[in-house]
């Protein structure tokens, strides 16, 4: 989700965003939402988004999250389980720790 200035250059940040997530080997959902200035309108003291597609996409957007989270939980456990297992690694290491200490 990303709020721009104008409509020219609102995707910017959720482009940048993206490059992020990728650089630290995270996933980033497909649908995006992006916002503009001309999107809200301010009433008693709050901010609504008062475009009717976006509010529809930011539905859509949390259900995409929402199955992509499920899907991704299986992995996630299978994965902790096995990265955090005391039993000793095939060259005898059990930590990281043992990696950075010199003798």
Do not use: K, W
Not at 6 to 34: E, F, K, N, Y
Not at 38 to 53: I, S
């Amino acid at each position: 989700m990303s709020c721009g200035n104008s409509d020219r250059t609102g995707g910017q940040p959720c482009d940048h965003l993206r490059i992020v997530a990728r650089g630290l080997l995270a996933v980033a959902i497909p649908t995006q939402l992006i916002t503009v200035p001309a999107d809200f309108t301010f009433a008693q003291g709050h901010y609504h988004l008062a475009n009717e597609a976006l509010q529809e996409r930011a539905v859509h957007l949390a259900e995409e999250l929402i199955t992509y989270t499920a899907m991704m939980q299986p992995l996630r456990t299978r994965t902790a389980d096995e990265s955090f297992s005391l039993r000793p690694r095939t060259n005898g290491l059990h930590s990281l720790g043992q990696l950075s200490t010199r003798r």
